[in-house]
């Protein structure tokens, strides 16, 4: 929404004026235009005239001197230009036809300054051409003087370079002599090593041949030997087979027979220490219970003794703690070695099997 100056009464003394145009493209349009292209008041426009809001210019125009005028550059600035073409000025009318004398007076003045410069241009240029034909002919003057002196060194080193050129020449043939002396030496030199090369080549080539038959009969004679040894040891490795197996029968019947002989006598002696160990634990069961009774009965007997007597009873309970643990170990060890005897038997009846 655009800001627009609150008209107030026109105040005459904040009137600003303006005599020129802002730009080439500016122009002058009445105060009926104003209202009329921004679609607002007369009464407004003039009101923004009087408040200095919107400059005017001094004079008045118009048959009885009263439209004013303002810039439409300003106009544009202080609200928008709605409808331009509802403007009843014509084309004429918004030329700035007061200013018009004073422009062709500016107009006149800028012409006779150009006048003026090109009258000074044109003197100046008189002067110039004549300085450049003095300096043209100063320079033709020094220009001939070089291309005479150019002429003379020209010839001076023209001599001075055909003198170069024949002596050059001259060596150059020396040159191209003792090339062509030391070229036939060359391909003398060169057809010689050439013979001596095929020489040597047909000498390795006999060499060759011969080497290779040497190498041939060598080659023959290794192949025979080979295959001579390849027989024997075909045979020898036959013969140590045959050998080897029969070693190997006769060993295993040896290891069959010790491992049986082994095995008869294991379980005989085990057998003969499983008897022996039944009756020693027979024979210490029954030391055992003889013990116990004994002592059972020296026990009942001595019940009512002095306290000398139960002392004596105390020391025959722990030597019969000590005898029932002695008995108790003695069964384990029997058990252990039950186990330990029913392992042998085992492991001697898997090496029958085996």
Same mark, same amino acid.
């Given at each position: 929404m655009t800001n627009e100056p609150n008209p107030s009464s026109p105040n005459r003394k904040n009137e600003k004026y303006i005599t020129e145009l802002a730009d080439p493209h500016d122009y002058w349009v009445s105060v009926t235009d104003a209202a009329r292209i921004t679609r607002r008041q007369e009464h407004t426009i003039r009101t923004w005239i009087g408040q200095g809001l919107l400059p005017v210019h001094p004079k008045r125009i118009g048959i009885n001197k009263r439209t004013r005028r303002v810039r439409m550059s300003d106009l544009a600035q202080l609200t928008p230009i709605i409808d331009q073409s509802a403007a009843v000025t014509s084309e004429q009318g918004k030329l700035d036809l007061i200013s018009i004398?004073?422009?062709?007076?500016? =107009? /006149?003045?800028?012409?006779?300054?150009? %006048?003026?410069?090109?009258?000074?241009?044109?003197?100046?240029?008189?002067?110039?051409?004549? #300085?450049?034909?003095?300096?043209?002919?100063?320079?033709?003057?020094?220009?001939?003087? !070089?291309? +005479?002196?150019?002429?003379?060194e020209q010839r001076q080193a023209l001599e001075?370079?055909?003198? #170069?050129?024949?002596?050059? =020449?001259?060596?150059?043939?020396?040159?191209?002599?003792?090339q062509h002396r030391q070229h036939e030496e060359l391909v003398a030199l060169l057809n010689g090593q050439n013979q001596r090369i095929t020489q040597i080549r047909e000498e390795l080539t006999q060499e060759r041949d011969a080497l290779t038959q040497v190498v041939a009969a060598h080659l023959e004679e290794s192949?025979?030997? /080979? %295959?001579?040894?390849?027989?024997?040891?075909?045979?020898?490795q036959r013969r140590m087979e045959h050998r080897q197996e029969e070693k190997t029968r006769e060993l295993l019947q040896i290891v069959e027979t010790q491992l049986y002989k082994y095995?008869? +006598?294991?379980?005989?002696?085990?057998? #003969?220490?499983?008897?022996?160990?039944?009756?020693?634990?027979?024979?210490? +069961?029954?030391? =055992?219970e003889q013990q116990l009774e004994r002592l059972t009965t020296e026990h009942e007997g001595t019940i009512f003794a002095t306290g000398e007597g139960l002392q004596h009873i105390n020391q025959q309970a722990q030597e019969i703690q000590a005898l029932k643990d002695q008995l108790q170990e003695e069964i384990q060890a029997r058990q252990k070695l039950e186990?330990?005897?029913?392992?042998?038997?085992?492991?001697?009846?898997? +090496? !029958?099997e085996q």
């Open positions: 004398p004073r422009q062709q007076q500016e =107009i /006149l003045e800028a012409h006779q300054q150009i %006048l003026a410069q090109i009258e000074q241009a044109n003197r100046q240029l008189h002067q110039h051409t004549a #300085d450049l034909v003095y300096q043209q002919e100063r320079l033709q003057e020094a220009v001939q003087q !070089k291309v +005479t002196m150019f002429e003379i001075a370079l055909r003198v #170069d050129i024949a002596n050059k =020449i001259e060596m150059f043939h020396r040159v191209v002599n003792l192949t025979e030997r /080979l %295959l001579q040894l390849t027989q024997r040891m075909d045979d020898l095995a008869r +006598t294991k379980e005989e002696a085990l057998q #003969d220490l499983q008897k022996k160990v039944a009756a020693d634990m027979t024979v210490f +069961t029954q030391q =055992i186990e330990h005897i029913a392992k042998l038997i085992g492991e001697n009846l898997m +090496t !029958k």
